[in-house]
């Protein structure tokens, strides 16, 4: 497990979107500004410091499927990990669906306060797999 | 203090920019919102994003006449923008708007004393699934009188619509308090009698001090309106509140205040209107 070793988290102006990689540490500060319209449903919580561990290639591959789908990405433009549901278009209903579509594909259930902390197609990734090693541990 | 209340809704399906008049309109604000709009994956999403700013700086020099370059919209840690230099007037002692876009409108509306929230909803059909599957999924945002009115609605169309109106007024609620968050939405319950004379209980209790309006634009889309409570709001969006603190007298004059219809803008006038401002500085 990898332990905490940044001690300070700056803050950023609400219209600057950072993300830092520090030693397997993800640093996720100001998240999901830009979106018009606020909504509920998947709201990444702001300054809030986890721990990163890398989701199954296969894992994300499935998730940027179902949301590549959900949204109706033109296939000239690409689906990453690193995509941002609100950057892809995603608004409060699509938001709902996704987690729902991803509860039913990989048979897990997503409490609403880590719905809330999904942003990218990697968090959704390695929410999954963490839910998906918990259920046969 | 009626000159805080605005309601303005643009068609984007009318405007289709070139990459040049785009970039023009882009160029009129400033330049710490353009990531917001160009980080948006799809043209459709870029236009609306841009639209919304240009609704807001409009209407912000509109109606409080400040100038341009003392401008400063920001947005809280939920992603709700408020407007951050605003100055005290007797008339207009708390200044909030709210936005939203879906389909083909973006609006705006704001309000000179009570908090307000706004959203637009487009009725699209479910492609790949059922009504009943489709709705499904969002069941447990509903209070189980508001799920009843929904599945017995009648035929598919009248069961879809149903659960657009709803959803439409708890994101107005939601976005009035600027909460980002899943909220326990099925707690807060709306009654209404035929879409007129809404009001909303939460926990079982009635709210007076909240007002809601529901409206069909036309085209398969509907807006609603929530007025409320000040203190109601979240911490964050508090924060950025000119006032939150009224006395009952007072509170129930903007409570009460009329609601008027929504003004169609074009962006061509949102542009025109913003480019004077630019320039006047």
């Known amino acids: ?137 | 203090m009626e000159k805080g209340v605005q309601r303005w809704l643009v068609d984007i399906s009318k405007w289709n920019p070139s990459s040049n008049d785009f970039s023009f309109a882009l160029s009129l604000l400033p330049q710490t919102h353009h990531p917001s709009i160009t980080r948006f994956v799809k043209m459709e999403d870029r236009k609306r994003a841009l639209v919304s700013l240009l609704l807001q700086y409009a209407l912000v020099h509109e109606v409080l006449g400040i100038p341009y370059s003392d401008t400063v919209i920001n947005r809280t840690l939920e992603g709700k923008p408020f407007l951050e230099c605003g100055r005290f007037s007797f008339d207009i002692p708390n200044f909030n708007f709210n936005v939203s876009h879906h389909g083909d409108y973006v609006a705006i509306a704001s309000e000179p004393l009570c908090l307000v929230g706004l959203d637009i909803v487009n009725f699209t059909i479910p492609e790949k699934e059922t009504v009943q599957e489709y709705i499904q999924n969002f069941s447990s945002c509903f209070s189980s009188l508001e799920w009843d009115r929904i599945i017995t609605a009648g035929s598919n169309e009248d069961v879809l619509t149903e659960f657009y109106r709803y959803w439409c007024l708890k994101e107005a609620y939601v976005k009035a308090i600027g909460s980002g968050l899943g909220y326990g939405l099925q707690k807060v319950e709306f009654h209404h009698i035929n879409w007129t004379n809404i009001s909303v209980k939460v926990d079982g209790v009635t709210n007076p001090r909240w007002r809601f309006w529901l409206f069909d634009l036309g085209k398969g889309h509907s807006v609603s309106i929530a007025r409320g409570y000040p203190r109601s709001a979240v911490e964050s969006y508090k924060r950025s509140l000119k006032r939150t603190e009224f006395d009952e007298e007072e509170y129930n004059v903007g409570l009460n205040l009329p609601n008027p219809r929504f003004v169609f803008k074009t962006v061509e006038e949102l542009i025109s209107v913003v480019h004077k401002a630019l320039c006047s500085c």
């Open chain 1, 1 to 137: 497990m990898a332990s905490l070793a940044a001690s300070s988290i700056s803050f950023q102006p609400p219209h600057a979107l950072a993300t830092s990689r520090v030693s397997g540490l993800k640093l996720v500060s100001f998240m999901n500004q830009g979106r018009n319209s606020l909504s509920f449903g998947l709201r990444p919580m702001p300054a809030r410091v986890r721990i990163s561990c890398a989701a199954k290639p296969e894992t994300v591959d499935k998730v940027c499927e179902i949301v590549r789908k959900q949204l109706a990405v033109p296939s000239d433009k690409p689906v990453t990990g690193e995509s941002k549901f609100a950057e892809l278009g995603a608004d409060s209903l699509d938001t709902v669906e996704i987690v729902m579509g991803l509860e039913e594909e990989f048979g897990i259930t997503v409490e609403e306060d880590n719905a809330q902390s999904i942003a990218t197609v990697l968090d959704a990734a390695e929410l999954i797999d963490k839910l998906c090693s918990g259920k046969s541990a």
